[in-house]
């Protein structure tokens, strides 16, 4: 019991003058009461890095067909998809730098790299003058923007009270939902502002000689306000030794810890399939996810003719701002439930098959019009979302389940970086697969758009044959 003692003492956290992630510690054993300041700036930080992710898609269409670059209009959706994709293959690239830097370096520094690439390149996009800028300046948007793998997380966690860590995690991943919804949304209404408000904005103004400035400007005077308030945010990383490598030489003499130190090293993350297949999934699911976003914004801004919907930005982003007051609600309320009585397996499963049959029916919904086409459009646009955020939430259970607490930032390193090559890859493969349906219309077998949304659908439906035996494992508690 002595030694037991002995070891516990040695093992608690020691403050060190000047460390500023013992400073945090100290706060976090001083303080009392709800972590309001906190929880905001986690969702502050979360949600500014998160909103220039798509919130170019409702109006990617017409912004390709200004830079006249597309010889054909059918050709609008091969180039949208190289802008799309440019800014996941990015992140792609340094999404574990980013960690890495963190790590070494602080939390706070990727941070302010993080939310100030937002303020400089979203508003170069949003001034883009051709293909080619707009492609540049989204993959350097994509590559400063890592801090949504690995550093948040870890810097959410570090400034919360063990019994908020719950909290800052869910913190982290609602900021990223919203974040998803309300971009396009802000796209869709503010993108050519002279067109859409002409008392407000003339057609001589910045915003009539570039009319997709004003949603990214907004975006970017959001990121340089959270910029200025993270000026204050605490650094959480400590800048001395480890306490556990000062107090190893106390228990290395003890046959249990010397069993614990053989485990650990045997783990492997990459040996660990309940966590690769988990992963498998996810990125399964994010492609599809990805891909659908841009292809839903080129269906509904595509001509009749095509089979699309004849929408403006305004009303794109009508039916997406919709879509995101269902997907609040369910989550709020119904996806826990349902998880718990079901499980996440079985939770993703189902809303992977229902997402097969709600996208079977929109080529079915481009032949309606007036009130019946509103309701139809409105209604599966919500089901989907739904459905889509479902399967990704259960799939991040599933990955968290598989690993334990000291390799849970590992973990989620490698699903953002597999994530982010996923996600790189469906926009510029949707953007492709969409143009070329659109010169198939007499085509005998899957015309037009329906062949991309069949072609989403087998996406889909690869992604929970992955649900079942033997391909994906659950970690046995």
């Known amino acids: ?23 945090v510690d100290q706060m976090k054993r001083l303080r009392r009461g709800f972590p309001f300041s906190e929880l905001f700036s986690v969702w502050i930080i979360v949600l500014c890095t998160t909103l220039p ?16 670059i597309a010889k054909k209009e059918e050709d609008i959706g091969f180039y949208a998809g190289f802008v799309g994709c440019s800014f996941m293959l990015g992140r792609a690239l340094t999404s574990v730098i ?7 370096y602080g939390r706070k520094p990727v941070i302010l790299i993080g939310t100030s690439s937002v303020v400089i390149f979203n508003t170069l996009f949003g001034l883009s003058l051709n293909f080619w800028m707009a492609i540049i300046t989204r993959f350097c948007l994509g590559c400063f923007n ?19 860590q719950s909290l800052a995690l869910s913190a982290v991943s609602t900021a990223w939902g919203i974040g998803l ?43 340089f306000l959270v910029t200025v308030i993270s000026l204050w945010m605490p650094e959480t990383l400590h800048n001395h030794k480890s306490d556990e490598d000062e107090s190893f030489d106390a228990v290395k003499d003890d046959p249990e810890s010397k069993k614990v130190a053989e485990r650990n090293e045997k783990k492997s993350l990459w040996k660990n399939w309940p966590l690769m297949s988990s992963i498998i999934v996810y990125c ?31 009303e794109v982003g009508s039916v997406l ?41 929109y080529p079915l919904i481009a032949k309606l019009s007036g009130v019946a086409l509103t309701v139809a459009l409105y209604s599966a646009s919500v089901a989907k979302n739904v459905l889509s955020t479902s399967t990704i939430t259960g799939t991040f259970i ?48 899957l015309p037009g758009t329906q062949m991309v949304f069949f072609i989403l659908n087998v996406v889909l439906a690869l992604g929970v044959l992955w649900t079942f035996k033997p391909f994906l494992g659950e970690r046995q508690q």
């Open 321 to 361: 701002a919709v879509s995101g007051v269902g997907l609040l609600i369910f989550q709020l309320s119904l996806y826990s439930y349902a998880e718990r009585n079901l499980g996440p397996v079985v939770v993703t499963r189902i809303c992977g098959i229902l997402s097969v049959v709600v996208l079977s029916t």
């Open 98 to 104: 980013c960690g890495i830097l963190s790590d070494r």
């Open 284 to 314: 399964i699911f994010s492609l599809h996810n990805m891909a659908y976003t841009e292809i839903f914004s080129l269906w509904a801004n595509s001509p009749r003719k095509f089979g699309g919907l004849a929408y403006s930005t305004a």
């Open 1 to 23: 019991m002595a030694k037991e003692e002995y070891t516990e003492c040695l093992l608690e956290s020691k403050y060190h003058e000047g460390c500023p992630g013992c400073k």
């Open 181 to 223: 919804i309300i971009g396009p949304a802000i796209g869709g209404f503010l993108a050519q502002p002279a067109k859409q408000y002409p008392s407000l904005f003339s057609q001589d103004s910045i915003f009539g000689k570039f009319p997709y400035c004003l949603p990214c400007f907004a975006i970017s005077i959001f990121a």
């Open 146 to 164: 890592g801090l949504l793998g690995g550093p948040i997380k870890a810097y959410a966690v570090e400034t919360f009270r063990d019994e908020y």
């Open 398 to 445: 599933l990955q968290n389940r598989a690993v334990g607490q000291d390799q849970r930032g590992a973990a989620n390193g490698i699903s953002m970086t597999a994530m982010s090559i996923c996600k790189a890859i469906g926009p510029g493969a949707a953007g492709v697969i969409f143009s070329w349906s659109e010169k198939r219309q007499d085509a005998s077998f």
């Open 53 to 68: 992710i798509s919130s170019l898609f409702p109006f990617l269409y017409f912004m390709i067909d200004d830079f006249d």
